[in-house]
């Protein structure tokens, strides 16, 4: 193959791959989607809640969003053996 006809031949794929581009559909589930109009403590629907958390009730939502917090603060976890 010819200098001129790599060339030729990369230029079409480029061409191939910037025209593809817009092709693709977005990518966004709708069950991801939350309404911003609803407090976080307020539930959620999926699967990975924590059961001790009962939907609704703040106190134990600020819970456990202090006790997540402490498993990554590096003070509290180097002073435990």
Do not use: H, I
Not at 2 to 16: D, E, N, T
Not at 52 to 73: F, H, I, T, V, Y
Request: charged letters at 20%.
């Amino acid at each position: 193959m010819s200098r001129s006809g790599a060339v030729l031949a990369g230029a079409v794929a480029l061409a191939a791959v910037v025209l593809m581009s817009g092709c693709e559909k977005p990518q966004v589930s709708q069950q991801t989607q939350r309404k911003p109009d609803v407090a976080a403590y307020q539930g959620t629907d999926n699967a990975f809640a924590d059961t001790s958390w009962k939907r609704g009730d703040s106190a134990a939502w600020e819970e456990q969003l202090r006790k997540r917090s402490q498993g990554q603060n590096e003070y509290s976890r180097a002073s435990q053996p």
